[in-house]
């Protein structure tokens, strides 16, 4: 593997971002909240009258002005100068593809990774929406538009995405959610942290007594992540291996802070499906990932481990069954099952969609695709 740490990547299936970019979604952090109505009242008894002054409407976005580092415009008709951040459409335009609410429709949504701002980038060949044309009725394919790519990227898509699910799984409407990398972090934060409340309210009396949720549910049939990075990456704890990644979310992903951002068992019933692979002693035909692999546990693609990928409740090593392999003159392990259950307990809500291990020899970049392909889409 050492051979091939000068290898350059040049653009396969998943690749990892470019850079920093603004957005015109706001942190709640960074929201201004509105204020409710005022009654006002002028005159005594008979001559009292009374009228109520709206309130002022919150700030949740950055739109009708500049993005929130000015390196983009949130601003109507920045379409026609090309200067739109990456998630305009969405935040600013209530623009969600093909999805159509409220349509009996299925909508396959795709979820990026890190550093990212779609999932289906034009330049790379490799990469591409789930075919549903096989699909009977209604379906539609949309990738989400959110930027992952500051150190709170994961909350910044995650705000992103609930505007999606809104639209797109709510009524007569179901959802499956395709993620890739910290996609999975942005889908379980959502679903732990910004789902709508389960409370129910109920009118009328006796026989005329109605209930129902008190806010609109997500229908979401299933979640299915591939390579993911829920369980953090020790990448993170390198500093500058990190920063190859070109972004700053790429820092903040270390197991401690990730494992530690929302419950990742909270899945709100919702199932949540995993596949993930590594790299054995062949390698990978990307530098960067060939590189990276030195620096985390065993086995890993080049960007997470095992215990990632895995949606394991602990950060293990993933160390088993060691042994002197002299094809490739250095060490070994002979467990290569991420199936295996006997290295921690997975998630809540979680589980391995496909064993035994299928992706032998597979980087972080190849499996993005996986999950798609062999659900035949």
Known sequence: MIALLCTAHLGWAGTIGGGNQGRCEMLASEATPGTDSVEVCTGKGRNRTCITQPGEPGIDTFCGGAGNDGSCSCAPGCEATGTCCADYAPVCQADFGACAADSEQIVYLHVGGMCS???????????RLANVAHIEGNAASVELRAVQTSNAGTQVAARTLTRYLDQCCTDSNDCVIYNYSNGDNVVGYTLDRLAP?????????????????????????????????GGGSELSNWGGIADLFACDLASELNPSTVRNLYNHSNTHGVPVQHVGGFLDQVGSDDGTLNAAWYFLPWHSDGAVAYHSAGARNQA????GGEYFDWSYFGTWVGNEDLCDMSFSSMYQGHRMAFCPMELENSDHYDQKMYFILRMGQ
């Open 197 to 229: 409340s389960d409370e129910q309210v109920c009118t009328g009396k006796r026989k005329n007594r109605v209930c129902g949720y008190a806010e609109p549910q997500w229908n979401i049939l299933d979640v299915r992540t591939s390579a993911g990075a």
């Open 117 to 127: 701002t779609q999932w289906d980038y034009p330049d790379d060949a490799n990469d």
């Open 316 to 319: 293990v090593g993933w160390r």
